[in-house]
Each structure stands twice: as structure tokens, then as C-alpha cells.
């Protein structure tokens, strides 16, 4: 197909939008909440019936406790590096909650839960798979549509195969929200967590209060040091979300622990403010400081690299009457990970919407054909990029 056909590839799509929506309605139908392995399993299942009846070789990726992982891939007989398509197939939305939030397209947007975060996002990775068999589009290389089974909670169980099928291709389309507008996200935050507890001396607090070494105390010394850390100029935030000690309000306590939420623009940063607080120490020295915990998810820096891939992706936008801007976030994804293994990797490539996680969870219907094409056109378009070392990536990271 050729590439000043692009018009008439949103046309394609603009066609097909009344099966999409069925399409969606059946995808959000499908509840597949993290924790819920019979339901990320029945739509993985569906998925894999869908990609293969539209041409592609499917591998579903068993798990005996979370949901069943999918790969997804069309012309994986080409010697080219392919290309990987990211999405994730859970949701934060616990079994039942369609009967109080029903599927339902009104005034131009498409509401249910999942619909934004992301099962749109998986719709036009199926749109993209049906006009490259319906259109006879030849992408010149291998697509690998890769949906993971528990992004919501961490990756705990795809993390090793993420990173084994992602390290062999030539850069990542994350299918994650973009932001307001439709921006796609070049950079994300880094995000972790910390559990700090401090151990004292227990005591009578009337009989014996001196003989104690209180460790709410000492807790509360330490959460104002943590809270310093935070430098909004560096993009890094540190947020002391819970607390809890003692045992009893005349008991000088011998136990206090604080949970600590973190955000990084940069691995170094990370690195520093992981260093920092594994120094914190009490100043009681009957005392003792335990830290857990560390970085979950990397950033996503805006390297070189990412900003190439944004310029391609826009460009291609461009020739579909997209005018396709850029941001970030301070949430994580996926596609954090394969940026920081060093592929080009670009994010927020999903349908326009709003409230992920949320009651008005919604997207904009007339941007599935939009974004549909876009997506079919960058696979179709995208040459080698230079994948880089993470420590090469972070030397040119702006």
C-alpha cells in the first residue's frame, strides 16, 4: 500500500466503526481485573481467537496464579528486527462493576470501565492486525503485539518475558492513555516505594517514661528528612502516604512504620534518593532504622532515541491531519521498562479519553479510526532506530 494513501487508510477505519464498537463493547464486556485470573484468562482467550482469524501467529503465556500473558505476531517470518506493540490486558476494575457502569456510547464518547486504560488501546492494535490482512499492508519487518497480564499491579509475573521479547526488536509502541489532546508521552517518572520502621524500647509512660526510646519519635523525625528530598526543579517527590506504632497511649512505643511513595525523572536521581534514605539514621541511638523497598518501575527519559521515534510518529501523524504533540507524566507503565533496557521506546499511543481509574472513564469515538491509522502507518513506516545501553541513554538524556 502506499504511503500517500494515508486519507484513505482513515477512511478504512472511519468505515469499520460500527463492528470497533462491538468490537469494544465485547473487550470492555470481558472484565479482567488484575487479581481476578479466570477474567484477564477469558479475554486473553478472545484475543487470541481475534488475532488469528486476522492473520497473525498467536502464543498465549500461561501463569498458574495471575492471568495468562499474549503475543500476538504478523509476518514473524521476516529477518527484519520487528517492531513491538505494548499493551497490557488488566484493568483496576473488580468483577461486577458493569452492572452499575454498563458499556454505553453517547454524545461522541464511549463509556465502561477499562474503555480508556486500555481496552481501546487494545482495540486498534486489532484494527491495525485487520487492515494489514484486509489492505494487504506489508509492514517490512515483524509486528509483535505483546499484552501483558497484571500491568496494574507492578508486572509481577511478565517482567522476564517482556524484557525477552523486547530486547529483539527495533524500538516500542505503547498502547497506555495519552494525555489531554492526544499527546503521546516521551518521558514518564520513575516510581517506588519504601517501607521504613524504627524499633525502640518499650516503657511505662508514667512509671518509667526515661527508661523508653520512643520510636513514633524518632519516626517523625525521619519523615521530615524524607519530605526534604522532595525537588520539584528535578522532578523527584517524595510522599510520606501512611504511618502507623505503639500499642497503647500509655505505653511509650517500641515500633513505628511509615510507607513512603517516590517519583524520579532520571535513573541517576533514583540512585541518589535510593542511597539517602538507606542512610537515614536514628538519633536515639536505642534505635534501630530499617529500610525496605526501593525502585519498582524506572523512568522513561526523553533520550535521543525517544525523541526520534516521536519525530517519525509525528510526521506520520501528520500526513493522517493529526498534529501530534508530546509530554509526560509522573506515572509508570510498561513501556518504562523497555526504555530503560535501551529501546527507543514511545508512549500514551492509545485512543483520546479521559479518567483512567476513575468513575467518567471515557474515550472520544471519532479518534479510533484516527489513531487506528496511525499506529498501522508507524509500523508500516518505521525504519531501524538505534537501540542504546541504558548508560548511553542516560548520557543523552535532555
Given at each position: 500500500?502506499?504511503?500517500?494513501?494515508?486519507?484513505?487508510?482513515?477512511?478504512?477505519?472511519?468505515?469499520?466503526?460500527?463492528?470497533?464498537?462491538?468490537?469494544?463493547?465485547?473487550?470492555?464486556?470481558?472484565?479482567?481485573?488484575?487479581?481476578?485470573?479466570?477474567?484477564?484468562?477469558?479475554?486473553?482467550?478472545?484475543?487470541?481467537?481475534?488475532?488469528s482469524?486476522?492473520?497473525?501467529?498467536?502464543?498465549?503465556?500461561?501463569?498458574?496464579?495471575?492471568?495468562?500473558?499474549?503475543?500476538?505476531?504478523?509476518?514473524?517470518?521476516?529477518?527484519?528486527?520487528?517492531?513491538?506493540?505494548?499493551?497490557?490486558?488488566?484493568?483496576?476494575?473488580?468483577?461486577?462493576?458493569?452492572?452499575?457502569?454498563p458499556?454505553?456510547?453517547?454524545?461522541?464518547?464511549?463509556?465502561?470501565?477499562?474503555?480508556?486504560?486500555?481496552?481501546?488501546?487494545?482495540?486498534?492494535?486489532?484494527?491495525?492486525c485487520q487492515?494489514?490482512?484486509?489492505?494487504?499492508?506489508?509492514?517490512?519487518?515483524?509486528?509483535?503485539?505483546?499484552?501483558?497480564?497484571?500491568?496494574?499491579?507492578?508486572?509481577?509475573?511478565?517482567?522476564s518475558?517482556?524484557?525477552?521479547?523486547?530486547?529483539?526488536?527495533?524500538?516500542?509502541?505503547?498502547?497506555?492513555?495519552?494525555?489531554?489532546?492526544?499527546?503521546?508521552?516521551?518521558?514518564?517518572?520513575?516510581?517506588?516505594?519504601?517501607?521504613?520502621?524504627?524499633?525502640?524500647?518499650?516503657?511505662?509512660?508514667?512509671?518509667?517514661?526515661?527508661?523508653?526510646?520512643?520510636?513514633?519519635?524518632?519516626?517523625s523525625?525521619?519523615?521530615?528528612?524524607?519530605?526534604?528530598?522532595?525537588?520539584?526543579?528535578?522532578?523527584?517527590?517524595?510522599?510520606?502516604?501512611?504511618?502507623?506504632?505503639?500499642?497503647?497511649?500509655?505505653?511509650?512505643?517500641?515500633?513505628?512504620?511509615?510507607?513512603?511513595?517516590?517519583r524520579?525523572?532520571?535513573?541517576?536521581?533514583?540512585?541518589?534518593?535510593?542511597?539517602?534514605?538507606?542512610?537515614?539514621r536514628?538519633?536515639?541511638?536505642?534505635?534501630?532504622?530499617?529500610?525496605?523497598g526501593?525502585?519498582?518501575?524506572?523512568?522513561l527519559?526523553?533520550?535521543?532515541?525517544?525523541v526520534?521515534?516521536?519525530?517519525?510518529?509525528?510526521?506520520?501523524?501528520?500526513?493522517?491531519?493529526?498534529?501530534?504533540?508530546?509530554?509526560?507524566?509522573?506515572?509508570?507503565?510498561?513501556?518504562?521498562?523497555?526504555?530503560?533496557?535501551?529501546?527507543?521506546?514511545?508512549?500514551?499511543?492509545?485512543?483520546?479519553?479521559?479518567?483512567?481509574?476513575?468513575?467518567?472513564?471515557?474515550?472520544?469515538?471519532?479518534?479510533?479510526?484516527?489513531?487506528?491509522?496511525?499506529?498501522?502507518?508507524?509500523?508500516?513506516?518505521?525504519?531501524?532506530?538505534?537501540?542504546?545501553?541504558?548508560?548511553?541513554?542516560?548520557?543523552?538524556?535532555?
Amino acid at each position: 500500500m502506499a504511503l500517500e494513501d494515508s486519507a484513505n487508510l482513515v477512511e478504512y477505519f472511519r468505515s469499520q466503526l460500527e463492528p470497533s464498537l462491538a468490537l469494544l463493547k465485547k473487550l470492555v464486556e470481558l472484565e479482567s481485573y488484575s487479581f481476578d485470573k479466570p477474567g484477564v484468562d477469558g479475554l486473553t482467550g478472545f484475543l487470541a481467537d481475534e488475532f488469528s482469524v486476522r492473520g497473525a501467529s498467536v502464543e498465549v503465556m500461561e501463569h498458574p496464579v495471575r492471568g495468562n500473558a499474549l503475543k500476538a505476531t504478523w509476518n514473524d517470518a521476516s529477518a527484519e528486527p520487528p517492531v513491538l506493540v505494548l499493551g497490557h490486558l488488566d484493568t483496576v476494575w473488580p468483577p461486577g462493576t458493569l452492572r452499575s457502569r454498563p458499556f454505553k456510547v453517547e454524545e461522541g464518547k464511549a463509556y465502561g470501565p477499562g474503555v480508556f486504560d486500555m481496552k481501546s488501546g487494545i482495540l486498534i492494535c486489532l484494527l491495525a492486525c485487520q487492515a494489514f490482512q484486509e489492505r494487504r499492508i506489508d509492514p517490512g519487518k515483524g509486528v509483535i503485539f505483546l499484552f501483558t497480564a497484571d500491568e496494574e499491579i507492578g508486572t509481577e509475573t511478565g517482567l522476564s518475558r517482556l524484557k525477552l521479547v523486547a530486547t529483539s526488536c527495533r524500538a516500542v509502541l505503547c498502547l497506555e492513555p495519552p494525555l489531554p489532546g492526544g499527546k503521546v508521552k516521551t518521558f514518564r517518572k520513575g516510581v517506588g516505594e519504601f517501607r521504613i520502621r524504627v524499633t525502640g524500647v518499650a516503657a511505662h509512660a508514667g512509671a518509667d517514661h526515661e527508661k523508653g526510646a520512643n520510636a513514633i519519635l524518632e519516626l517523625s523525625k525521619l519523615v521530615l528528612q524524607l519530605q526534604a528530598l522532595t525537588d520539584y526543579q528535578r522532578g523527584v517527590t517524595v510522599n510520606v502516604g501512611k504511618i502507623r506504632g505503639g500499642s497503647a497511649v500509655n505505653v511509650v512505643p517500641a515500633d513505628a512504620e511509615a510507607e513512603v511513595d517516590f517519583r524520579v525523572s532520571t535513573v541517576s536521581d533514583g540512585d541518589r534518593l535510593e542511597q539517602r534514605v538507606r542512610d537515614l539514621r536514628a538519633s536515639d541511638p536505642r534505635c534501630a532504622v530499617l529500610v525496605e523497598g526501593g525502585l519498582r518501575r524506572p523512568p522513561l527519559e526523553r533520550t535521543p532515541a525517544v525523541v526520534e521515534l516521536y519525530q517519525k510518529a509525528r510526521g506520520v501523524a501528520f500526513s493522517l491531519g493529526l498534529d501530534l504533540g508530546e509530554g509526560g507524566t509522573g506515572g509508570a507503565s510498561d513501556g518504562s521498562f523497555t526504555a530503560a533496557w535501551g529501546i527507543p521506546t514511545l508512549d500514551g499511543l492509545g485512543v483520546e479519553g479521559d479518567g483512567a481509574h476513575a468513575l467518567h472513564e471515557h474515550i472520544l469515538v471519532d479518534d479510533i479510526p484516527r489513531r487506528a491509522a496511525l499506529l498501522a502507518r508507524l509500523t508500516q513506516t518505521l525504519p531501524p532506530i538505534q537501540t542504546v545501553t541504558l548508560a548511553d541513554a542516560r548520557k543523552g538524556t535532555t
